[in-house]
Each structure stands twice: as C-alpha cells, then as structure tokens.
C-alpha cells in the first residue's frame, strides 16, 4: 500500500501484472491504472488479438495511438483499483505522448480534409470508364486498359477502406461502417471484418515474426532465417512449419516475389471465405452484413467479367486487373519487409521503438500521395493511425526529428531502393534456405491457402 492524497493506494508491481495475461485472467496498465478488460476483450471493437498480445503491460502509448479522447471516460469500468508501483515513463514515451497531444489540440484528428470527396469521385470515375470500356467498346486492347483500370481503382477504394477501418471518414459511425462494407466487401471482395482482423494484430505487434500476421507467408515467402525454426504463429494458432515445400519456394522467392504479388488478390479472397465461413470459434462482429457485402461483389465482378466476348478477353482482362493492383500489394511488403524483424510478443513500454525499426517509409514527391494513398508514410501512420492521410507529409519532419533526438532509426527510400532493398533481403533469407539440411517432410498445401500474402 501507498498514501495518496491521505488514502492507501493498493500497488502492484510489473512482475505481478505479468502473470494476468491469458484469455481468462487479462488486466493492462494505462498510466500506471490497472485494468480488468478480460470480459471486455470479447467485444473491444478493435478485436481481442491486440489485447491478448499486450496483456501483462503497461499499454498507455498503444492506447494513445489507437483511441479518441472520447475512450478515456469509459476507462474507470474495468478499474481493479490497483495503481503500478514502479511505473515508469521513458523519454521518447513522453514526447511521443506530448505530439500526440498536440496534434489533438490542433485538431489534426478531426481534420479530414477533402480526401475522401476527391477520392470517391476519382473512384466513381474510374468506374464508370471501367464499365463503359467493357460495355461500348468491341477492341480487345480497350478491354485489357479496362481491367488495368479496374485494378487502378481497386488500389484507391483499398485505401478508403484502410481509413475508414482506423478512423471515421464519414460524419458518424453508422455511416462509416457503410463505407467499410462497401469499400472493402462490394467493391474489391475483401472482407473489412478480415481485414480487421489482421490489420490491428498488425499494428500492434509490427514485424513480429510469431505475432504479426504480415510476415507469415510459409510456405512461398520468408523474409528472415529465424523463420526457418518452424515458429508457433500466435495470430493464426498453428505451427509455421518449414519443410521440403517451404525450402523450395523459399530458395527461389526474390525471383518469384513480383509474380507471387500478382496474384496475391486470390489469397486475400480465400482468407475472406475462410473466416467468414469457419467454425473455429472466432467471433467475428457484424458476419451476416460482411457475408452479404462479399455477395455483391461475387454478383457484378463475375456478371462485368462476362459480358466480354472471349474467354481469352476475360483472362487478360482479370489478369490486368490483378497485376495494376499488385503495385500495391508490393507496396505494402516494401514498408516491412527490408525493415528489423524480431521474435516474442510485443511490449507496451517499447511502442516507439517498435514501430521505427519495423517500418520504412518511400519517399516521393506530394504529387504522388494519391498513387500510395498517404501510407508511403508507413512510420508516420503506425505511430498515429487515427490520423488523417491529408496530414502525414506534414508531420513527417516532426516524427524525423523526434527519431533523430532519441537515436531511433526512420527509413526513407525512393521506390526503386525500397525494391532493392526487399529483394536483398528476400535473396539473402533464399540463399540461407538452400543451405540447410532438407527439415523433416510435411505437406503444406494448407498452410499455403491458410496464410495471407
């Protein structure tokens, strides 16, 4: 115990909160206040997974990062009414604490700009070319600029549906969780409830090799040696097994990597099935609204799709479609690919520092902004997910120098070196493969439909 204000504080230690880090028994520290959320997990919007891969901690910056200020008044619910006794706030924490205060008083947050408008109407026009280039023209090179369209807008909606999932970008919340199905499920056929899913896990455990669902690739990608080891995934349950199979596509992934990106969208899709239709017990909010938004885009693509006129078309236009929004699929694997990986659930007392070593940023000129849809500023965004896109260029210097003052690495490359930089790093892991004795034979056409790419 310990007097506060002429009343006895009930203290508990850091070791001691570690031990309350199971589904059944989940407290969290925020501030140095303890929290019970082990019921709250259960319905925590944000999914259970980020609170099972920071149980045990103190999570105060996580919480900062991902949470209005509107969230702090429903903290006192889940109060254990203990404090932590040997709490303590590291230097690169309180200045993170103090931009992300002064963003919020500036009111960066709420700010959306005209992002959203501008982008929807892009979006809407795009599609409209889409659908008359299929429709109204009988050449076969219209057709095939057609589906490099389709594939086009697919990029720019998957970047709405990549804001509307961290922040409103509609006036209230009702309205935003019908821009999340329509963004997500309609238009592109990926579910928002899977994306959530990983995309939170993500952000929380950033390039975690056995807790960051984005780096577990097995059996075609693998983007360290240590994956090699057969780590337990904490994401998907499942030991990621590497054997004969893994070790061949392994071997010869910085060769394969672009053409793997081009079809990747097929993985997305089987991800989407598989969690919307599974029985392993998870809960996954809003099912029935998701399965019906996957309907509707497994309604007009294929109806779009065969009103070509030859099979021949209707391939060249899927595969125009698949390889434009590949760009993107790349993208994302530049930001973490090439950038520090390591092995063990992420800690809440090291945010900063996790989020600056597992991510790289691709420098360009403001005119491409819309082409990456602002997430060219990966370390921007994993520090301040809430925040508008309109605004990451802006703060990039603060962010520059707040890593600058505290010694922490920010990783800028133009998008040919963040290239290079991935398939180094991919030829380095293939060449380390073909090295090893061959590991222990196992199929693994499963792992190769149960992990997403």
């Given at each position: 115990m310990?007097?506060d204000g002429?009343m006895?504080k009930?203290?508990?230690?850091s070791d001691?909160?570690?031990?309350?880090?199971k589904?059944?028994?989940l407290?969290?520290?925020?501030q140095?206040k303890?929290?019970d959320?082990?019921?709250?997990a259960?319905?925590?919007p944000g999914?259970a997974?980020p609170?099972l891969?920071?149980?045990g901690?103190?999570v105060t910056?996580a919480f900062?990062?991902f949470?209005?200020a509107?969230?702090?008044?429903h903290?006192?619910r889940?109060?254990t009414?203990?404090?932590l006794?040997?709490?303590h706030v590291?230097a690169?924490?309180?200045?993170?604490?103090?931009?992300?205060?002064a963003?919020?008083?500036?009111g960066?947050f709420?700010d959306?700009g005209h992002?959203?408008?501008?982008?929807l109407?892009?979006?809407s026009?795009?599609?409209?070319?889409?659908v008359c280039?299929?429709?109204?023209?009988?050449?076969?090179l219209?057709?095939a600029?057609?589906?490099a369209?389709?594939?086009?807008a697919?990029?720019?909606i998957a970047?709405?549906?990549?804001?509307?999932?961290?922040?409103?970008i509609?006036p209230n919340?009702s309205?935003?969780k019908?821009?999340?199905?329509l963004?997500?499920n309609?238009?592109?056929?990926?579910?928002?409830?899977w994306?959530?899913?990983?995309?939170?896990?993500?952000h929380v455990?950033?390039?975690?090799?056995?807790?960051?669902?984005?780096?577990?690739?097995?059996p075609?990608?693998?983007v360290?040696s240590k994956?090699?080891h057969?780590l337990?995934?904490?994401?998907?349950?499942r030991?990621?097994?590497f054997?004969?199979?893994?070790?061949f596509f392994?071997?010869?992934q910085?060769?394969t990597?672009?053409?793997?990106?081009?079809?990747?969208?097929?993985n997305?899709?089987?991800?989407t099935?598989?969690?919307l239709?599974?029985?392993r017990g998870?809960?996954v909010?809003?099912?029935?609204?998701?399965?019906?938004?996957?309907?509707?885009?497994?309604?007009?693509?294929p109806l779009?799709?065969?009103?070509?006129p030859s099979?021949?078309?209707?391939?060249?236009?899927?595969?125009?479609?698949?390889c434009?929004?590949?760009?993107q699929?790349v993208q994302f694997?530049?930001?973490?690919?090439?950038?520090?990986v390591?092995v063990?659930?992420?800690q809440?007392?090291?945010?900063f520092?996790?989020?600056?070593?597992?991510t790289?940023?691709i420098s360009?000129?403001a005119?491409?902004d819309?082409?990456?849809?602002?997430?060219?500023f990966?370390?921007?965004?994993?520090l301040?997910?809430?925040?508008?896109r309109?605004?990451l260029r802006k703060?990039?210097?603060?962010v520059?120098?707040?890593?600058?003052?505290?010694?922490l690495?920010?990783?800028?490359?133009s998008?040919v070196?963040a290239n290079?930089w991935t398939?180094?790093?991919?030829?380095?892991?293939?060449l380390?493969?073909?090295?090893?004795?061959d590991?222990a034979?196992k199929n693994?056409?499963?792992?190769?439909?149960n992990?997403?790419g």
């Open positions: 310990a007097e002429g006895k009930k203290l508990i230690t001691e909160l570690k031990k309350h880090n589904p059944d028994d407290w969290l520290s925020i140095g303890v929290y959320v082990t019921d709250w259960k319905t925590h999914g997974t609170l891969n920071l149980a901690n103190d910056d900062i990062a949470h209005p509107s969230a702090w008044r903290l006192d889940f109060s009414g203990y404090h006794a040997d709490s590291s690169v924490s309180k200045d993170y604490r103090n931009l992300a205060a963003f919020a008083r500036s960066l709420d959306k992002g959203v408008l501008l982008s109407l892009s979006i026009a795009i599609l409209s070319a889409v280039g299929v429709l109204r023209s009988d050449s076969p219209v057709h600029l057609s589906g369209l389709l594939g086009l697919w990029m720019l970047y709405l549906g990549h804001d509307s999932g961290h922040y409103n509609m919340s309205l935003n019908v821009a999340q199905i963004t997500g309609c238009l592109t056929g990926i579910s928002i409830a994306w959530k899913w990983t995309h939170n896990a993500h455990a950033c390039n975690s090799l056995d807790y960051d669902p984005d780096l577990q690739h097995l075609m990608l693998a360290s994956l090699f057969s337990t995934s904490r994401f998907y349950d030991r990621l097994t054997d004969s199979l893994s070790r392994v071997s010869y910085h060769f990597f672009y053409p793997v990106m081009c079809v990747a969208r097929v997305l899709y089987l991800q099935f598989l969690l239709f599974s029985n998870l809960h909010p809003n099912r029935a609204i998701n399965i019906l938004g996957i309907a509707v885009f497994w309604t007009w693509f779009l799709v065969s009103c070509l099979w021949t078309e209707r391939a060249v236009f899927v595969l125009a479609s698949f434009v929004c590949a760009i699929h694997c530049l930001n973490h690919f090439a950038a520090s390591y063990g659930a992420p809440g007392n090291d945010w520092e996790k989020q600056t070593s597992g790289i940023d360009c000129s005119k491409m819309w082409f990456f849809g602002g997430l060219q990966q370390l921007e965004h994993h301040f997910p809430r925040l508008p309109c605004h703060i990039s210097p603060l520059r120098e707040l890593c600058e003052k505290h010694g690495p920010y990783v800028s490359l998008f070196e290079r398939l180094r790093t991919l030829r380095t892991a293939a380390e493969a073909r090295e090893m004795a590991p034979s693994l056409i499963w792992e190769a439909v992990t997403h």
